[in-house]
């Protein structure tokens, strides 16, 4: 990470998260829906800052943990365009929450070398 986005960051209220480990950051995640009056979390559908063959589903655990919904954002790069797509609430059923959400970004056209929406 640049010094430049650090700083951004960190005056936007960015908080950290030590990527080095696995455990617990869904809970420290949600936490801090407990512990300020307002949270936005902005997550890539990879989860990742690189391209992957499934999308992770930390978000959707820390929604269901905060019970919060999740707000799903598109955006058309060759359109300029940004659309809220679906509020969903999380449920217990993963694999169906998961199908909503890829159905929302299937026909949006990827943006650079990324492949865009699984197949799934």
Same mark, same amino acid.
């Given at each position: ?24 950051? &869904? ?13 936005? &979390? ?28 999740? &707000?799903?954002?598109?955006?058309? %790069? ?5 659309? %809220? ?16 959400? %890829? ?18």
């Amino acid at each position: 990470m640049t010094d430049s986005f650090a700083r951004l960051k960190n005056q936007r209220g960015g908080i950290p998260v030590d990527r080095s480990k696995a455990c617990g950051v &869904v809970r420290q995640a949600a936490r801090q829906f407990v512990d300020h009056q307002r949270v936005i &979390v902005v997550v890539t559908p990879e989860g990742t800052r690189s391209n992957a063959d499934r999308w992770k589903t930390g978000f959707h655990h820390i929604a269901r943990a905060a019970g919060v919904p999740i &707000v799903l954002a598109t955006a058309d %790069y060759q359109r300029k365009e940004l659309t %809220y797509s679906l509020i969903l609430h999380p449920g217990e059923d993963l694999a169906a929450d998961m199908h909503r959400i %890829y159905q929302c970004f299937a026909n949006v056209p990827p943006a650079g070398i990324h492949s865009g929406c699984p197949d799934r």
